[in-house]
């Protein structure tokens, strides 16, 4: 018996590690989920700018 009760104790404990490891993928997903949400709200917020002419930077270090 003892031998039968080791299986099924080592079978639940990787059934219980497998749950755990999904949970905490799912939970990670959600959260760079909701990360990228607030960066592209971030980059919505930011102003417009124009497109810069030709000619109008002088590079000083060259």
Do not use: F, R
Request: cysteine-free.
């Amino acid at each position: 018996m003892s031998m039968m009760t080791s299986i099924a104790g080592t079978a639940m404990s990787l059934n219980s590690a497998e749950l755990m490891q999904q949970y905490s993928l799912s939970v990670t997903k959600k959260a760079m989920d909701s990360q990228e949400a607030m960066a592209q709200g971030l980059l919505e917020m930011l102003p417009q700018q124009s497109p810069v002419a030709k000619g109008v930077y002088i590079d000083t270090y060259a």
